[in-house]
């Protein structure tokens, strides 16, 4: 069974290691270097703007925005698993899990706009420039 599971997803990635050349294979892809602002995020801003927006966003704390999100979906999964579906305690937990969502949203994007208003111009143009070319990409 663990044979025909490895098999299968290398089978699954082969297109995937055929496609990346010899000199860049170990190398991740420039938008996904490291953590935030390296060559993520904000790579495109200058290293006052790059400093700044990490340091707006080191107010949150996406480990423990992680958790929640975590909890609420395996209880989620746990009430759909089992053998009598609650229609009520299901929608509860949604109910939880999009409350959940919204809050870490929210979270994020006041850390953003403090960051932000610290912000050069030349720096907001760079952010914008490269989030539109990073969507562009997707």
Request: net charge positive; no cysteine.
């Amino acid at each position: 069974m663990k044979t025909s599971l490895v098999a299968g997803l290398v089978l699954l990635a082969a297109p995937v290691f055929a496609q990346m050349s010899l000199e860049n294979l170990g190398k991740m892809p420039e938008f996904s270097r490291g953590r935030l602002g390296h060559g993520g995020m904000f790579g495109a801003l200058s290293d006052a703007g790059r400093a700044t927006m990490i340091k707006a966003m080191r107010t949150t704390n996406p480990r423990a925005d992680s958790t929640a999100m975590m909890e609420a979906r395996d209880r989620m999964l746990a009430l759909l698993g089992a053998e009598r579906l609650d229609v009520a305690a299901l929608k509860q937990a949604m109910d939880k899990e999009r409350t959940t969502a919204m809050a870490l949203t929210a979270r994020h994007q006041s850390a953003m706009l403090a960051g932000f208003q610290q912000l050069a111009p030349t720096d907001r143009h760079a952010f914008v420039a490269d989030a539109r070319a990073r969507r562009a990409r997707m």
